[in-house]
């Protein structure tokens, strides 16, 4: 069982930057791709990023260039940097690693 808790959102003006944090625990996590995935209101939980055990990164293209993955596995811990934020990031963002995943933070854009 693995278990993950991501925290950094917030309300932040268009254009700003948030750092969203995702810790594991409970799964030997530097073997593991793990992914950050988002959920507007009304509409499916879409994937947005991922990062692989080895550090390959791959994004959607609606975030290509304005949002960074990162991972440290000594400390169990996956990032996500968000430059340039748009009304249209507004969402509840998770983390994901094997079937498991977090309860999600907020990230709210204002124009």
């Known amino acids: 069982q693995v278990q993950l808790v991501e925290s950094g959102g917030g309300l932040v003006q268009a254009g700003g930057s948030l750092r969203l944090s995702c810790a594991a625990s409970g799964t030997v996590f530097s073997i593991y791709a793990v992914g950050w995935y988002r959920q507007a209101p009304g509409k499916q939980r879409d994937w947005v990023a991922s990062?692989?055990?080895?550090?390959?990164?791959t994004y959607a293209d609606s975030v290509k260039g304005r949002f960074a993955i990162s991972r440290d596995n000594a400390k169990k811990m996956v990032y996500l940097q968000m430059n340039s934020l748009k009304p249209e990031d507004t969402a509840v963002y998770y983390c994901?690693?094997?079937?498991?995943w977090g309860q999600g933070t907020q990230v709210t854009v204002s124009s």
């Open positions: 994901h690693i094997l079937n498991s």
């Open positions: 990062i692989s055990a080895s550090g390959t990164r």
